[in-house]
């Protein structure tokens, strides 16, 4: 029997010429809302048939199936060390983001007390996110350099788990767009509610290299992106993410100041993020950039540092 499931789903798979399913999503601790990292999730399509990944530093897992199944619920289970492993079904569709909470076991439970508390862990799909509760809706912009310098493990693809985690965090009312800028400048992703968070998740994963950096151009159209789609007593905030100065020389530097200046005037913030260790003076530069813009300026050399900053832009303005 196991034999015919495994025959018959790769035939379905080859007759839809499709890659398999792919399911999604990031896991936290039910109490802290904390991502957990190393949670085994399994998925299973039918006898003998099913897939399994591990959750990353930020609680993300990913998987993506060999073959085609009809979508509907399958069976998941997830495992963590520490934690009560929780069963369920969920809902697979051919491209699905699915988020699930856990709880931490208690020491020295008695077993009535444990099996209460595994009466009330409950997996829970599309989880509502508390720790934006009572803060504005956000208008978020981010301008990204993708110039070749940022092609190290401690650059882009940092920013990129970053980014990541904020989308899991925000509320569909939210709102993110995407611009990258190196020799040229493109809006990759127009202002997109974070209800979408498929799309906005695929365009952060496509993100790659150009070449040299061309900032000041870039500013001046993340901020009409900004008012473009202004919200009235919301978080207008554009965010910067770079390695280093990325101005063509002073002209351009007080340039983009003004440009920053006349944004305050709007009620759009700036904010900065340096990734990867860099010289006093370009530190000095981008610090001011970020006072202008009445906004945050941070270092960032981890995913801690990273997820901590990140989620601090969308709850700059409360409610």
Request: aromatic letters at 10%; proline letters at 3%; charged letters at 25%.
């Amino acid at each position: 029997m196991k034999k015919l499931y495994t025959i018959l789903l790769t035939f379905i798979s080859f007759a839809s010429f499709a890659d398999g399913m792919h399911i999604r999503g990031f896991i936290k601790d039910m109490d802290t809302k904390q991502p957990v990292s190393n949670v085994v999730v399994t998925i299973s399509f039918y006898q003998g048939v099913e897939f399994t990944d591990i959750t990353d530093s930020i609680g993300q897992y990913d998987i993506t199936t060999t073959v085609v199944v009809p979508e509907g619920y399958y069976d998941v289970k997830i495992h963590a060390q520490g934690y009560y492993d929780p069963s369920g079904f969920i809902n697979v569709t051919k491209d699905c983001y699915r988020n699930f909470t856990i709880k931490k076991k208690i020491e020295k439970d008695t077993a009535k007390a444990i099996a209460k508390t595994e009466e009330v862990v409950v997996i829970k799909t599309e989880a509502p996110k508390p720790v934006l509760e009572g803060y504005a809706t956000n208008n978020l912009v981010f301008l990204i350099d993708v110039s070749s310098s940022m092609n190290a493990p401690e650059r882009l693809p940092l920013l990129k788990e970053s980014l990541k985690y904020l989308v899991s965090e925000l509320r569909s009312t939210d709102n993110v767009a995407i611009l990258t800028f190196s020799n040229v400048v493109k809006e990759i992703l127009p202002s997109t509610a974070a209800s979408n968070k498929e799309l906005i998740l695929k365009t952060i994963d496509n993100l790659a290299f150009g070449s040299t950096s061309q900032g000041g151009a870039a500013m001046s159209i993340a901020y009409k992106s900004a008012m473009k789609n202004y919200i009235e007593k919301g978080n207008n905030r554009v965010v910067l993410a770079s390695d280093g100065l990325f101005t063509s020389g002073e002209k351009d530097y007080y340039k983009m100041q003004q440009t920053i200046l006349d944004g305050t005037q709007k009620n759009i913030s700036l904010s900065i993020f340096c990734f990867g260790k860099n010289t006093a003076y370009v530190t000095g530069k981008l610090k001011t950039l970020a006072k202008t813009g009445n906004g945050n300026f941070a270092n960032i050399l981890n995913i801690d540092d990273a997820k901590k900053h990140m989620l601090e832009e969308a709850q700059a303005v409360k409610d």
